[in-house]
């Protein structure tokens, strides 16, 4: 769909003739997470009369429906030239449903009042409205009741008229009622450090408890690797993102098989050796015996709970390779 007057929408709110009346409109990091929160808890609370249809359609989905809630994250780069809000999509988080969306400010320009307020406006409205009549009459609601220079309703209708910017009735917005009653006092705003490190999407490494330790796991995938002929399927292995499932990450069935061998088994000799189901005829007429039936695919079990119980799966797993390169080593040094 066209966002057709987005460009009109950013030349208006620039040229706020009361943008700088009532002092400064700056926030902190901390208070850009208060507002965002503090809003996010008022709609929840709302009675749904007082919402739009369409916003209680995206949450009334399910059982339970979704938890509204907005995450913020600040964006560090001094060229990024956007602020811009995304939708996430309905997850599952802390063990609620909830229906996310992602604010993030650019912290060298975008941390007043208008922009925060303008892409808080763009989650309170359909991902498909953008900056339709719809998406302004809803930022023009909270620039009303939150911004600290207090517009009028006369001074932003006549604002958007004389820019030629389309809009609903902004008291005939739903969220026009289900704001009337809220307020903010940005000095109440906690310190919040640990959210406002969230925000900067910084991940703390965490130690690696397994370092010394012997992986397995990267020895198979080194020896597949190194010879192509190797086959190890790990398609069955259990990849769970939710955080009550993450004992089972990397747990279930992998099948090992090769693709070097010709196929013997009705005795076909090859020039200078063959094989049985389970041994070798070198040239020194020695027959060499091996772990496992070359000609079967090997399906091994990956199970436990901890590093240490899965290493010991997987090391059966690197066994069966190992005994597919000896077989290969031994077959290629035999035929020539």
């Known amino acids: 769909m066209r966002d057709y007057q987005k460009s009109r929408c950013y030349r208006w709110e620039n040229r706020f003739p009361w943008l700088d009346r009532n002092g400064t409109q700056e926030l902190s990091l901390n208070q850009i997470i208060y507002v965002v929160r503090y809003l996010d808890w008022k709609v929840r609370l709302m009675p749904t009369k007082n919402r739009p249809e369409e916003f209680n359609d995206q949450l009334n989905i399910g059982e339970y429906g979704y938890y509204y809630q907005n ?9 990024a030239k956007t602020a811009y809000s995304r939708y996430v999509g309905c997850r599952r988080e802390s063990k609620k449903d909830k229906f996310l969306y992602e604010l993030s400010f650019p912290v060298a320009w975008a941390t007043n009042w208008r922009i925060v307020l303008h892409e808080y406006a763009h989650s309170l409205c359909k991902i498909s409205d953008l900056h339709n009549s719809t998406w302004v009459s809803t930022y023009c609601v909270l620039l009303y009741y939150f911004h600290p220079a207090q517009p009028t309703i006369d001074e932003l209708a006549q ?3 004389e820019r030629g910017i389309d809009f609903d009735s902004i008291t005939g917005n739903p969220w026009f009622k ?17 959210l406002v490190k969230k925000a900067w999407n910084v991940k703390k490494r965490k130690p690696n408890v397994n370092k010394g330790k012997k992986n ?3 020895r198979v995938t080194n020896l597949v690797k190194k010879y192509p002929f190797l086959a190890v399927n790990t398609d069955d292995l259990s990849t769970f993102e939710y955080e009550q499932y993450k004992e089972y990450v990397g747990t279930g069935t992998v099948y090992v098989y090769n693709e070097f061998y010709p196929d013997t088994r009705n005795g076909h000799q090859l020039d200078r050796g063959y094989f049985t189901r389970e041994q070798i005829a070198l ?32 090391k059966k797993v690197y066994e069966r390779c190992q005994n597919y390169v000896e077989i290969y080593q031994d077959l290629t ?4």
């Open 333 to 336: 040094q035999t035929i020539g």
């Open 283 to 314: 040239n020194n007429d020695e027959i060499k015996d091996y772990l496992n039936d070359p000609y079967c695919e090997h399906y091994l079990d990956i199970e436990g709970d901890t590093f240490e119980e899965k290493q010991k799966c997987w």
């Open 216 to 218: 397995w796991k990267l």
């Open 178 to 194: 289900g704001f009337a009653r809220v307020k903010i006092d940005i000095n109440k705003a906690p310190a919040f450090t640990n």
């Open 71 to 79: 995450h913020v994250r600040f964006i560090k780069n001094k060229n």
């Open 159 to 161: 604002s958007l008229n």
